[in-house]
């Protein structure tokens, strides 16, 4: 689940409209911020003739706000696993013709598994990329404070002690009530996508018993404050504290970020293609769709974006920092640890925000 910086769009914007295409041959994609390779875009359109109309968009709810008022004008877009899985539910996405896309054989079919939680037999979805939640730290900050106390671990956000040593240097958390609540039950020892109230009643007093020690909840700001030095540990997404840490490589203040999946497990996010029912030019969409699955395309988004794609055909052009780096592509020991996110029941959403609007608010 990609959160990232909406600024993007202005260059990405800029460099299509440069490119001449053919009048009146068109796709319109809406996807995460700073999620895709404008060299990929500019190439399709070179290739295919087709101009890319590219919005972008920084949270699931503001996607899913789009849909649901219908008539998007959309004909690509990215919605999170849990997320399509509602949506589907809704009549909002058009099936896939696999017939028109060339590269499907090019999917690993265990990660598909996966996914066909959410849509089984992933009848209106392509997938464009997955990851993790986990800890991103400043090594120093964290040495500093914790010693040689272990880091592969949600006691660094959950502990009240451990907690506490931290809150001076800045505890961020994502503003994500069902993957945090999911995240706090797991850690518990509870089925994350338990829809209990007593299992909420238990997560939220976890939650809430660290609060005073969070220095916000923020599912985008983290990543410049990371690369920054302003916050020395975050609860959120593996590929932007890998794009804070490379950010603060490269500003080269001696800052220092990793990045760990907890040792107790995490959550695994699954982004997905998907055509909704109403767009304007499915087979141009389609054929989006396929230029992406091409193995060296795919890479591309895992390269730039810092994620990982269950494309087999990608794997030879993968960057070897990023093939081997066990934040972007987990171990099979770790990824035994890992639990998709299901779509809530509107009754759970409706206790579930409550709950989390208290924690936030201190209450």
């Known amino acids: 689940m990609k959160i990232k910086h909406v600024g993007y769009s202005v260059m990405l914007s800029a460099l299509l409209s440069a490119v001449a295409v053919a009048e009146g041959k068109v796709v319109n994609v809406y996807n995460w911020a700073e999620y895709l390779d404008p060299q990929v875009v500019e190439e399709f359109q070179k290739e295919t003739g087709i101009k ?32 399509l899985e509602r949506q ?36 209106h979805n392509v997938p464009y990329a997955w990851g993790t939640i986990g800890l991103g730290y400043n090594k120093q900050m964290i040495e500093e404070r914790l010693g040689d106390l272990p880091v592969d671990s949600l006691d660094l956000i959950f502990k009240p002690e451990v907690a506490a040593k931290l809150a001076d240097c800045g505890i961020a958390v994502l503003d994500s009530p069902s993957e945090i609540v999911g995240i706090a039950l797991n850690y518990l020892g509870i089925a994350p996508n338990s829809e209990k109230k007593t ?20 599912s985008s700001k983290y990543l410049s404050d990371l690369a920054n030095g302003d916050i020395c540990v975050v ?6 504290v890998l794009m804070a ?59 730039y974006a810092l994620t990982a794609v269950a494309n087999k055909a990608a794997m030879p052009y993968l960057l070897e920092e990023v093939s081997t780096n066990p934040g972007i592509y987990p171990t099979a020991e770790v990824t035994q640890k890992l639990f998709p996110m299901n779509a809530h029941s509107a009754k759970y959403d409706r206790l579930l925000t409550r709950a989390w609007s208290n924690i936030k608010t201190g209450r």
Do not use: C
């Not at 009549?91 to 054989?105: K, T």
């Not at 609860?235 to 932007?240: E, K, T, V």
């Open 235 to 240: 609860l959120g997404y593996g590929s932007d």
């Open 245 to 303: 840490q490379s950010r603060a490589q490269e500003a080269g203040q001696g800052v220092e970020i990793d990045y760990v999946i907890p040792k107790e497990g995490s959550l695994v996010w699954f982004d997905l293609l998907a055509i909704p029912a109403d767009a304007p030019h499915p087979q141009a969409a389609h054929q989006f769709l396929n230029y992406i699955l091409r193995g060296e395309n795919h890479a591309s988004i895992s390269n």
């Open 88 to 123: 589907v539910k809704a009549g909002i996405y058009a099936e896939i013709d696999r017939q028109q896309l060339s590269n499907y054989g090019n999917l690993d079919q265990n990660i598909m598994n996966k996914i066909a939680s959410h849509d089984p037999d992933n009848k």
């Open 52 to 83: 890319v109309n590219y919005d972008v968009y920084d949270s699931n709810e503001m996607l899913e706000a789009k849909l649901m008022s219908g008539s998007s004008g959309y004909d690509v877009v990215v919605p999170t696993g849990f997320f």
């Open 199 to 218: 299992d909420l009643k238990a997560a939220s007093h976890l939650i809430s018993g660290v609060r005073s020690n969070y220095k916000y909840f923020h």
